[in-house]
């Protein structure tokens, strides 16, 4: 009997210390988002080609892998903003086509393997919610993307597939808020 209560005091314990664990709370608000991650990250900017041009991807990233404590691997935040003439009387179809080409573009980009997608809105802007397995399921990426008028927002953790469906995914992306 002493056995079963020290594990359900011990179980308490270990949930509770998960809750209060201390993030790192990240707010741009150049780039009008906050978001939580379990640490500090790099910040990066990259400009990309792409079909409408160069784009300034403005990165976020925590690489986590060097330690086995952590749940997931990587930790990623990309704020993209596209010319506004791109969305000048766009349509829902168009905001479906960029999206549907923004997780075509992931899974091609990674070699990877589409598992799972699903329709997402954030504040009335739409968005995807996508599993993607890489690396011949040697890993797992979880992404949500929002496209909030010409501005997408991408969120992505990339995990072992034993690890795969945690609490510090959830987290992280129930965390994100525009500003």
Same mark, same amino acid.
Do not use: C, H
């Given at each position: ?10 179980? *308490?314990?270990?949930?509770? =210390? ?47 892998? +060097? !330690?086995? +404590?952590? !749940?997931?691997?990587?930790? @990623?935040? $990309?704020?993209?903003?596209?010319? !506004? ?13 960029? @999206?549907?080409? =923004?997780? !075509? ?8 393997? %589409? ?7 954030? $504040? *009335?802007?739409? *968005? ?17 993307? &929002? ?5 997408? &927002? %991408? %969120? ?8 795969? =469906? $945690? ?7 129930? =965390?994100?808020? @525009? %500003?």
């Amino acid at each position: 009997m002493k056995s079963v209560r020290f594990i359900v005091i011990l179980t *308490g314990l270990i949930s509770f =210390s998960f809750l209060t664990e201390t993030w790192y709370s990240l707010e741009s608000t150049d780039f009008g988002f906050k978001v939580l991650l379990p640490k500090e990250p790099v910040a990066q900017n990259q400009v990309v080609p792409s079909a409408i041009g160069e784009l300034k991807m403005n990165l976020y990233i925590l690489d986590t892998s +060097a !330690d086995e +404590a952590e !749940d997931n691997l990587l930790y @990623l935040v $990309n704020y993209t903003e596209y010319p !506004d003439s791109l969305f000048a009387n766009a349509t829902e179809e168009k905001f479906t086509q960029i @999206l549907r080409g =923004s997780v !075509d573009g992931m899974v091609t980009n990674v070699g990877g393997k %589409l598992l799972s997608e699903k329709v997402i809105i954030l $504040n *009335g802007s739409p *968005g995807r919610e996508v599993k993607v397995s890489f690396q011949e399921g040697a890993a797992v990426i979880n992404a949500r993307v &929002y496209l909030v008028r010409n501005k997408m &927002y %991408l %969120l992505e953790t990339i995990s072992f597939p034993q690890k795969d =469906s $945690n609490q510090s995914i959830d987290k992280f992306f129930n =965390s994100f808020q @525009l %500003l």
